[in-house]
């Protein structure tokens, strides 16, 4: 990939970054153009909101008892999609997009693991507020972060068997950001 900077590898397991990718996009008209939905999700048996919006764009998709119907992909975000299949070298036809309103809106440690998603690469694009992702192996002591800014994009892949991944919450931090995660859903 082009001007990307390697965060981590081991083996085929890798997590590399574009800075400012997509930094002409303007997050604003892409808030206001999804429907947002605030889901329930269940967390040692507790029912709780999940701490963040989200809409989904993509073949029918199920993720933390979370059911999403099949829904066509938005102009401005196929568009996304043709340019990342060209940068990833990879096929996309899903997006999980997430919505952090400001710091208190956040992601515990999980890994993108449905068995109906391939799992190679997973593509994501960060707008708006600088906030951290972390990651650290499920069975093992590794661990490692990465801040994320406007426009940046990160590039997991054939992390999710190994790795767990997490937005931290961020009290100080008062802006929104957008996070646009994309995914090859295998349709059986």
């Known amino acids: 990939m082009n001007n990307e900077q390697l965060i981590y590898q081991q083996g085929p397991e890798r997590v590399s970054t574009i800075p400012g990718w997509a930094s002409k996009i303007a997050m604003e008209d892409l808030v206001q153009s999804i ?3 605030q889901n329930k999700i269940r967390v040692y048996g507790k029912i709780y909101d999940e701490p963040r919006l989200t809409a989904w764009f993509g073949p029918a998709y199920t993720y ?7 829904t066509p992909m938005p102009i401005a975000l196929q568009t996304l999609v043709d340019d990342l299949e060209t ?8 997006v999980l997009c997430n919505y952090y309103r400001d710091g208190h809106d ?3 440690w999980h890994s993108d693991n449905e068995p109906e998603m ?9 707008l708006g507020a600088t906030r951290t992702l972390k990651f650290k192996e ?3 002591n590794k661990q490692f972060q990465v801040e994320l800014s406007h426009g940046d994009l990160l590039v997991m892949e054939h992390m999710q068997t190994n790795w767990l991944h997490a937005i931290p919450k961020r009290l ?5 950001r957008l996070n646009l995660t994309f995914r090859h859903i295998i349709e059986r």
């Open 138 to 140: 499920r069975k093992g």
């Open 172 to 176: 100080k931090v008062s802006e929104p």
């Open 118 to 126: 391939d799992q190679a690469c997973i593509a994501s694009i960060s």
């Open 87 to 94: 940068q990833c070298d990879f096929k996309f036809n899903a």
């Open 35 to 37: 429907q947002w939905k």
């Open 64 to 70: 933390s008892n979370i059911q999403w119907s099949a």
């Open 106 to 108: 956040a992601m515990g």
